[in-house]
């Protein structure tokens, strides 16, 4: 039997959190969309038939000249033709990619990397909610009490993060590896932040 990842539902509020099981995917999802002009969603995704996984944060974020920018972090794998489990970053004004390649991980340390994101990704959500002035608590609306059980797995993370920096393996959409200047213009993105912290300023 394959060895799906389900990692959200333990850790999302049960009111908000939606299960769409698809022929080919199966997604559980928690979404914010409350107040106009603001999308937030933390998306789980199962792609059963090519064997993948997806652990997306969705947020919006200003709107700058015009344009809406959307930033996308994600967690997954590919488990046909890619052996590394990575963390990919879409900055969409940008046009820009940032890719987090983590050393080859077996299943209990890829989960505790997934929860990891998942703890971070909660400091990300209640800073929206801070920049959007979203009245309502956005911690309790997309979590249960259980998220704050994994401060262990976000150090976890952000230890493999800074392994994959000293192999070169933080890279842009071409491959290149990105120099400490460039990892540290990251640290000032608000929705980046918490992934670079280990860097010393």
């Given at each position: 039997?394959?060895d799906?990842?389900?990692i ?34 933390l ?6 038939a ?12 200003f709107?700058?000249e ?25 900055l ?16 209990d ?6 929860k990891?994101?998942?703890h ?21 609306y997309?979590?249960?009490d ?18 994959a ?10 491959g ?5 200047e ?20």
């Open positions: 039997m394959k799906y990842v389900y959200l539902q333990d850790y999302a509020n049960e009111q908000n959190i939606e299960h769409n099981a698809m022929a080919k995917e199966d997604e559980y999802k928690v979404e914010y969309s409350k107040k106009q002009g603001v999308l937030i969603s998306v789980e995704t199962n792609r059963l090519e064997d993948e996984y997806f652990l997306n944060l969705k947020s919006v974020k709107v700058v015009g344009m809406t920018e959307v930033k996308e972090s994600a967690i997954h794998h590919h488990k046909k033709g890619e052996t590394f489990k990575h963390l990919q970053f879409k969409q004004a940008k046009k820009e990619t940032i890719r987090i390649d983590l050393e080859p991980l077996d299943m340390d890829y989960r505790r990397c997934i990891g994101f998942l971070i990704a909660k400091d990300i959500i209640i800073g929206e909610q801070e920049t959007c002035k979203i009245k309502e608590d956005l911690k309790e997309f979590f249960s259980k998220i704050d059980s994994l401060l262990e797995e976000r150090k976890f993370l952000l230890e493999k993060i800074s392994e920096d000293k192999l070169g393996l933080i890279t842009d959409k071409s290149k590896s990105l120099d400490k460039r990892l540290l213009e990251l640290r000032k993105e608000t929705h980046l932040a918490p992934f670079f912290n280990y860097i010393d300023k």
